[in-house]
């Protein structure tokens, strides 16, 4: 990783101390590239000014070298999750690279359908969830093309690090406006519940009913064993390191069900070393063997 040797001003701040020095943000990046996997981007310590100012201030600490002491204090893991909240990218919404939902429909439904029939449990999993945009777009996507699906043995995991995101994935609640990318039908579905013109809307009982939201971090031991029938991982590896990128893929590759589908970011790569397990079928989306 190059990192830069200058220092970056906080902005609208008067201290010439309240700036990122080098030693402080190659401390900030080691610790997160060490428990989160993600790679800060080179040169970047505006970004981590930016986004780690006002937990400076909330800690009423004076400098970043105090900041960084304090995270470095067991006693503060607190603290220390909070900052690598606020240091991992989020950014997602309804639908994003809606093409995936639509293989989804095509290529692996059909087969969950006559999975349940047969008695069989399907596992869905939305890794890196974020705020849970992606598992509802999934949800209400099933709940659709397939309005028995509450009544099977089925499940859909939403899993992510951060607790601001997983807050918000557990309630459930979006602003209406969200919700613009979402196919007309599957909107109407999404806001069945919702009051007309309401400025906030909450997903149904029904989608979020499948739906579990859970902690877990890829780096850690991974508390699930699956199998899944498909997989969405997309734009969670991209932040991260190649060895890093490929333990993760490898590991979701392990926990696919035979002929279960793994959805990747549009910018992400497998690694070569998995291409005889698992077969592009479509546009970032594998089958495996
Ligand atoms: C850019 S968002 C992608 C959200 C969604 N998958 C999408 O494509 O819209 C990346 C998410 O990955 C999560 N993440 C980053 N590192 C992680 C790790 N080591 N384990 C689990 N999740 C992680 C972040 O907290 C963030 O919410």
């Given at each position: 990783m190059t990192l830069l040797s200058r220092t970056v001003p906080i902005p609208g701040a008067t201290d010439p101390m309240l700036a990122c020095?080098?030693?402080?943000?190659?401390?900030?990046?080691?610790?997160?590239h060490r428990e989160t996997g993600i790679n800060l981007p080179q040169d970047n310590s505006s970004l981590v000014v930016a986004r780690l100012i006002k937990h400076l201030r909330r800690l009423n600490l004076a400098t970043f070298p105090d900041f960084v002491n304090w995270i470095n204090d067991p006693a503060h893991a607190d603290d220390r999750a909070r900052m690598i909240s606020a240091l991992t990218t989020n950014t997602t919404h309804f639908?994003?690279?809606?093409?995936?939902?639509?293989v989804f429909v095509r290529?692996?439904?059909?087969?969950?359908?006559?999975?349940?029939?047969?008695?069989e449990r399907i596992r869905l999993w939305s890794a890196g969830c974020s705020s849970g945009e992606e598992v509802y777009s999934l949800a209400a996507t099933l709940l659709h093309h397939w309005p028995e699906a509450g009544s099977v043995d089925l499940r859909i995991l939403a899993t992510d690090i951060s607790a601001d995101v997983l807050r918000t994935a557990q309630v459930a609640e979006y602003p209406r406006e969200r919700l613009d990318p979402v196919p007309e039908a599957i909107r109407a579905l999404m806001l069945r519940d919702a009051?007309?013109?309401?400025?906030?809307?909450?997903?149904?009982?029904?989608?979020?009913?499948?739906?579990?939201v859970r902690y877990m971090n890829f780096v850690e031991p991974w508390p699930t064993r699956g199998p899944f029938q498909a997989i969405l991982c997309r734009n969670v590896a991209i932040y991260m390191d190649e060895a890093i990128q490929t333990r993760v893929f490898t590991g979701l590759a392990d926990m696919l069900a035979p002929q279960g589908l793994l959805f990747i970011g549009h910018s992400e790569r497998l690694p070569p070393s998995l291409s005889h397990r698992l077969t592009l079928i479509d546009r970032t989306t594998f089958r495996h063997i």
């Open positions: 020095d080098t030693q402080s943000y190659l401390s900030i990046a080691a610790i997160l639908y994003r690279e809606g093409y995936h939902f639509d290529d692996l439904l059909p087969r969950l359908k006559m999975a349940a029939d047969r008695g009051a007309p013109g309401a400025p906030m809307v909450r997903m149904p009982a029904a989608i979020r009913d499948l739906v579990t």
